[in-house]
């Protein structure tokens, strides 16, 4: 028959190319013929065989008439195939183009993990990571080490193979310059995937090799976490004094630690770990780690330890906060003499901060004492309180621009105490011109009637 000899010459002349000279017009023409002898798979099979191997900007044509094809006379699936296809071409070409485009080869690998065989997926994240980024800096690194973690979770709940995750972990573990910087995120995710294998020793391993090659805060976190819910509490005591020689400046583990000893009871220990901590020489938040310090004394109620706390702490700072935290503890603590110990703190506090330069901290004080005099007090001494209350005035200051050119002027409320005003002259000086001033103002205001009568007399 005819319709076979002209199959053989389209078939020889395929063959006679090969995949070197593939020419998108021979396809169409071939896909075309076997479209006119109705042999609708013969069709399919010659576009997607092109289609595998011609390049997408070589194939424009090739790909239109497969559409075509598919519409008339493939299925849903066919046509979504098609689609498929397209978007395959699409990525192919963007990382070809660009093999450190990280975005694109996670929507490449999205798509195909969609629907596609195992063997292939793996194809292709093998290829996607063997585009190590070419500096050595962690932000160049951060969306690369992304594909390592998304191909290790693609083992393990797609294709349910926890030995290969558990070779990817270690490959990419093998290939991060640790010297340089490391991923907690990563060593963590290894631990974790082992303990769901049950291999509790592997995880230990991994975690204790991290904070080997390097240390980071997360990693002890992560650590501490996994001995925590195993109950393993000497190994959490262990890890913590790793840690904290690591980082003794880190106020949150001082405090995580030493509540971990007050939940196993053990309150001399806890107390140890605070007065540890308190001695460091530097701490990223010391306020945090002295109320967690305070607090603790207050619950196992060692009133008399806790105001040694607080006025060891004012002796390292003055601040607002800690007078009135000091006055407001000796109130709750419901003994006689609460009413008489806290009004003398804010007495003590109020000398203390005479020459603060912050006034407003200096009138929270008193906003606070004057709440206290308010529920607790007499009347002489909410008098007391009220007489030493600031007056608020407004008050002007010239302005600088940074090249030092005059900027103008600025309105701005200052606070005058009257402890102040008493002693400094110019202050006093002040007072009374405005006294002055305003008796001068009085003394007219009663002259006025007079001079009105005088003058509708002479009219």
């Known amino acids: 028959r005819s319709s076979d000899l002209a199959r053989k010459v389209y078939e020889r002349a395929v063959e006679f190319f090969g995949e070197e000279h593939m020419d998108e017009q021979l396809f169409v023409a071939f896909a075309k013929f ?226 971990l000893e007050t939940i196993l009871g053990d309150t001399e220990r806890a107390r140890g770990i605070y007065e540890l901590a308190i001695s460091q020489p530097r701490l990223d938040m010391p306020e945090v780690l002295w109320k967690s310090y305070i607090d603790f004394e207050i619950e196992q109620e060692e009133f008399g330890k806790t105001r040694n706390l607080y006025r060891r702490l004012l002796e390292r700072t003055q601040h607002v906060k800690v007078w009135i935290s000091y006055a407001q503890f000796e109130l709750s603590s419901e003994t006689e003499d609460c009413v008489s110990k806290c009004r003398q703190i804010y007495e003590d506090a109020n000398k203390a901060m005479r020459n603060c330069e912050e006034k407003e901290e200096r009138l929270m004080l008193l906003e606070s004492w004057q709440n206290f005099e308010e529920e607790f007090g007499t009347v002489s001494s909410r008098e007391r309180v009220e007489k030493l209350m600031p007056e608020k005035v407004k008050k002007r200051r010239k302005l600088q621009a940074e090249d030092g050119s005059d900027a103008g002027w600025e309105e701005y409320y200052d606070y005058i105490f009257p402890e102040d005003a008493a002693n400094q002259p110019n202050l006093r000086l002040l007072a009374m011109a405005k006294l002055w001033k305003k008796q001068q103002e009085a003394e007219e205001s009663e002259e006025d009637p007079d001079l009105d009568r005088e003058e509708t007399q002479s009219s």
């Open 34 to 259: 076997e479209e006119h002898q109705k042999e609708s798979e013969r069709v399919r099979v010659i576009y997607k065989y092109a289609l595998d191997r011609i390049p997408k900007s070589q194939a424009q044509e090739l790909f239109k008439n497969y559409t075509v094809f598919e519409k008339k006379f493939g299925d849903r699936r066919g046509i979504e195939d098609i689609i498929v296809n397209k978007r395959r071409f699409q990525y192919e070409e963007e990382v070809k183009a660009n093999p450190h485009n990280y975005d694109a080869w996670f929507d490449y690998l999205r798509l195909v993990e969609s629907d596609t065989e195992s063997d292939t997926v793996r194809e292709i994240y093998e290829r996607a990571i063997a585009n190590v980024p070419p500096i050595q800096e962690k932000r160049h690194w951060k969306r690369y080490i992304y594909l390592w973690i998304n191909y290790a979770l693609y083992e393990e709940l797609e294709a349910k193979d926890p030995e290969r995750t558990r070779q990817v972990y270690q490959a990419c573990l093998k290939l991060i310059p640790h010297k340089k910087f490391t991923f907690a995120k990563i060593w963590l995710l290894y631990a974790q995937f082992e303990i769901r294998q049950k291999t509790l020793q592997q995880a230990r391993s991994a975690l204790g090799t991290s904070i080997g090659k390097c240390p980071k805060n997360k990693l002890f976190k992560g650590y501490i976490e996994l001995e925590l819910q195993l109950r393993e509490f000497d190994r959490c005591r262990k890890l913590y004094e790793k840690f904290l020689e690591f980082a003794p400046e880190n106020c949150t583990s001082w405090i995580k630690f030493a509540e």
